[in-house]
């Protein structure tokens, strides 16, 4: 899991928890790769990334003073109008969206409880800096034993991002929880309809429109295309 | 610098040569409008008579040069086409086309008839090529006998521009060109995406759920050249060029190959400024090489 | 690691799915082979009854992830190849095809009964669908009567394997399958090149003399995997899958689409070891999958 | 016009004057682009070049250290089995071949003059270890104001290398001299016949097999593309 900064100030400034920013740059892929924010710090944004294919090797391979075009922020983040407790789930690399969150959430007065679920110690990802925090891994090597969701508290707003078959627990758990869901994207800015996510009321939304963002009891998560790189190794 | 980039096409006299293509501009209101002054006009997301949801996720995949799709025409059909977005159109000072679609010769005329005469649509494009709805689209634009009757369907029931939107898979493009010519169509456009595959090696099947998708992006512009050329000499009346246009000169040797104007749309989504782009380069080249306006920019279309 | 990676088709039984395309590999005898254990056969460069000149340069124009090619079948003629390669042919560890082309049903079986029992001609590909000779070629391709006619007059004068190269450019690949695999064809290979077209803008004309060539390479390989695949799923005969293919990947698509082998034709120009990493990597994918043999792995092929 | 150099030990042991060799990388173009050996110095090979379009450009933006795939030497160069004297005429570019036809040569005893020729003095090259230079400008800029062609002295062998105006100049003065010829190449290795060259006595031969170098008037300058970017720019 690796950290990249990018200036770029206007979105620094602006961003909110959960919205993403849709990177493209010259010699690269045809399409620009959508990132959650991860942090924003004056005029850096901050994006989290592993290797999984073409997009994310090439960034990885890039230099100090390299340029991508950076579009956003884009999509719709949490909604933090709510006074009390907030849990943070992710899984492996969910935990994208949530220092921003935590950052918001705090901003609104919310007590922030972290939960960073991963398969093993080593891919868990450090951030800390909330009122509580619980680990959790699949073989027990750090912190609990077992998923992210068995091992969080309720709370007054819940928000999750990771594999899909985590946002199908938390939705089971918790149906008004905001989730944050990948998909491929074409445009990132609602032209395309290439971003589909399945509704439970039937149809879809755009995951770059109306998303990133859900509420986990609408969406179908069963309907979700479960080998999406990210949804895979996250 | 001053050259004369107005295009009079099909019934409608644009300002610029370059256009918005169909499905990869939605309906002009999702993005706020960077630098309109270059849209020579937009054509609107396909849509039905009735609502559509569209096929399940994965809806596209990247290729080399290119992505496939299979939206499969989501849309949310007329009745709200005309509620939340031709009062919109009818405030901009570019023509929006309306991109109809159909599954009998008859629907595509209720629906021209149903948006005939409303405030903000300038005109339409049959699309009879859409590869990815299994009933109509394929079928009609592979047929010259099929092509005419959904033209005629349309032409019947409207006096506004009927522009009509080739299908790349056939094998001569010519005889469609001139059977929609002959049934009326006042333009032309090609070309639509080419039908093609992708497979996940994971899963073993292919990575759209629909199995197929529109191939659309520069790696499709020499074959889209070539079609967009052979229609334009086979027809009379204008050809619109599209496919795989990035940059302007990309757009410029559609307009040498006999093209009046011509669309870009996936390259809006990597270069939101892609349009602008275009046609600032088209107008640098022709003054650039001292012509006064973009009709005189040679055209290499011999009749043979 | 031990896969088998044999493969049985059309009459011939190869040691690796893995051939080297028509027009990309010469005869055979131009560049050193490296690593020919990994080469499951050869086809040679076009060849017609008499020498052929070819069309004047240029020839070939890049494209985004492709290129352009109007060589119009430049070649010596079935006597000179007689004469000059297949004797060395016949030493040869792996089959070559020679690939046939004819400007007539007749001449392409005359063409035939001339290299028939040849020593180091394993077998024919017929050329219905080179798309760059005015005559012949697309014509051939585009008809099914035509297609089927070839076939014919082939497989009338030979018992080696036929095989058969459809063209892209129809609307319907299904019925050009079927009609070629009723009039005898053992084998078929999809696809040829696209026509594709590149102006330049200095000269406001084709930057290819023959003013159209026939498009390969990365960029067609979605639309030549859904090409191999319709073609598959058409016949019972092994179709052999040809479009692009750079990477062990892009073969195992063309494989899981139902192919029972594939060619690598542009990809050899920019990486001389092209057939022997795709090779090595469809090997090493049945390995790592757990598959023991080629034969192991799914196809992805309904006959809906 | 810049020179580039390549760390390609086999290569430089065994090129000789006329040869060139195909450059490839990643990301890059479809196709490899061929270039001239301008010299080589024990582990290294040099090319020089200008940016005339996409391939040139991204060769210039390389760094130290980046790596590209180099094959050859490919094609048949110069045939310097002659005593006596020898003349190198090139126009701009086409001064390529011209250092190490100048080493084959002394190599051989042969007394080498060069003459260069470029459209103004500044786009004229600077080697000059010969036993004579003459330099021709078309401005008159630098040296005889004038033709490199007809700035030359006789000599008993003629080397060519430049625009096709030029070539045709030279077969019309020179029918024996031999003439470096560049044309678009699919493969450099001689199996797609892309590299066509346009013979008198009817026919092609092909650019990176039988060529690159040609008898001057064996070969239809007229009919040689006029519009490629090298011929062009030369
Ligand atoms: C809103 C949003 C936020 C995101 N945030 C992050 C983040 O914070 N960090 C992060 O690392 N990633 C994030 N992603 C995912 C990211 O955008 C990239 O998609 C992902 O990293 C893979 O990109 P890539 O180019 O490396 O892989 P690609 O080369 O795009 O593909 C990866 C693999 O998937 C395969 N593939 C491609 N298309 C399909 C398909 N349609 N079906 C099946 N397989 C396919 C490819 O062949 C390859 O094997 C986010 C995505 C979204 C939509
Ligand atoms: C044997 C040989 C030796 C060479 N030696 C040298 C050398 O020493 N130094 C050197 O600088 N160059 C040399 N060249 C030329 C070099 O290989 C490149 O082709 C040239 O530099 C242009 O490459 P590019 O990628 O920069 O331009 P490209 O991007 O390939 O194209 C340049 C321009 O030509 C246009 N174009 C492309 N194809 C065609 C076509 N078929 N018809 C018309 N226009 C077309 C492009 O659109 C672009 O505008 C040599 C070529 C050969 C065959
Ligand atoms: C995501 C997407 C959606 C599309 N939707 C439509 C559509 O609804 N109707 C239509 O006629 N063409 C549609 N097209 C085709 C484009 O209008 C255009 O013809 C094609 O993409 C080739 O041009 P391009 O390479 O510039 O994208 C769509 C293309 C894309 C990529
Ligand atoms: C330069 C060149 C020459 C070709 N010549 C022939 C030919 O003579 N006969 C033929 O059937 N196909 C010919 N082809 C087509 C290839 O065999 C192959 O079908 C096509 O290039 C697609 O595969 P690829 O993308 O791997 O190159 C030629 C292709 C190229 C690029
Ligand atoms: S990515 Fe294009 S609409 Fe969401
Ligand atoms: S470049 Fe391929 S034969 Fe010369």
């Known amino acids: 899991m690796f950290v990249l900064t990018l200036r770029a100030p206007q979105v620094a400034s602006t961003v909110r928890a959960g919205q993403f920013v849709n990177l493209g740059w010259t010699p690269g892929p045809l399409l620009r790769r959508p990132f959650s924010v991860y942090r924003s710090l004056d005029e850096d944004v901050e994006i989290v990334l592993k290797a999984v294919g073409s997009g994310t090797a090439a960034l990885l391979a890039m230099e100090m003073g390299d340029r991508v075009s950076c579009l956003g922020p884009l999509g719709r983040g949490f909604d933090l109008a709510r006074a009390g407790t907030v849990v943070l789930v ?49 073989d027990g090597s750090r912190g609990v034993r077992g998923t992210a969701v068995a091992a969080a508290p309720d709370a007054d707003v819940v928000l999750a991002c990771g594999p899909n078959r985590m946002l199908a627990a938390v939705a089971e758990r918790w149906p008004d ?48 295309p479960s080998h999406l790189p990210y949804a895979v190794t996250a | 610098m001053t050259v004369d980039m107005s295009a009079q096409i099909g019934g409608l006299l644009l300002r610029g040569p370059v256009l918005a293509a169909s499905g990869t501009f939605g309906y002009g209101t999702e993005v706020p409008l960077l630098e309109r002054r270059a849209l020579g006009g937009m054509v609107s ?35 709200a086409l005309l509620r939340e977005y031709t009062p919109k159109w009818a405030e901009w000072d570019f023509p929006v086309l309306v991109n109809i679609n159909g599954e009998t010769a008859a629907e595509y005329g209720e629906l021209a008839a149903r948006l005939d005469g409303v405030p903000g649509v300038a005109g339409f494009e049959i699309n009879i090529s859409c590869p990815n709805v299994e009933q109509g689209g394929l079928y009609f634009g592979n047929d010259p006998h099929a092509a005419a009757a959904v033209t005629e369907s349309v032409r019947k029931r409207t006096n506004l521009p009927v522009w009509v939107k080739l299908t790349p898979m056939v094998s001569d493009i010519g005889v469609i060109a001139r059977a929609v010519e002959s049934a009326g ?18 899963a073993y099947r292919p990575r759209l759920s629909f199995r197929t998708g529109g191939l659309s ?8 050249l070539h079609l967009a050329h052979q229609a334009a000499r086979a027809v009379r009346i204008p050809v619109i060029g599209v496919g795989g246009i990035t940059r302007a000169e990309d757009a410029l040797e559609f307009l040498v190959a006999g093209c009046s104007a011509v669309q870009v749309g996936t390259a809006t989504f990597v270069n939101p400024r892609a349009i602008a782009e275009v046609h600032d380069g088209i107008a640098a080249h022709l003054h650039a090489k001292g012509f006064s306006s973009l009709a005189e920019l040679p055209r290499y279309l011999p009749r043979d």
Chains 1, 4 share one sequence.
């Open chain 1, 177 to 224: 929880a905001q989730v944050a869901v990948e998909t491929y994207m074409g445009c990132g800015t609602g032209v395309c309809l290439g971003c589909a996510v399945p509704l439970k009321r039937g149809g879809y939304d755009r995951s770059c429109k109306e998303g990133p963002v859900f509420r986990a009891r609408d969406i179908d998560c069963a309907a979700l």
């Open chain 2, 185 to 202: 169509a006042d333009a032309l456009c090609a070309i639509n995406t080419f039908v093609g595959m992708s497979i996940d090696l994971n």
């Open chain 2, 217 to 224: 992006g520069p790696a499709i512009r020499p074959l889209a």
């Open chain 1, 90 to 138: 992710s899984g492996g690399l969910g935990v994208a969206p949530m220092p921003l969150a935590a950052r918001d959430a705090r901003a609104a007065g919310l007590r922030v409880t972290w939960v960073h679920g991963a398969r093993t110690a080593d891919e868990l990802c450090g951030e800390a800096d909330g009122d509580g925090v619980v680990w959790a891994t699949d």
């Open chain 2, 45 to 79: 997301k396909g849509i039905f008579l009735r609502p559509r949801e569209g096929t399940p996720p994965p809806r596209i995949v990247e290729t080399p040069s290119g992505m496939l799709n299979a939206i499969g025409l989501q849309g949310p059909g007329v009745e």
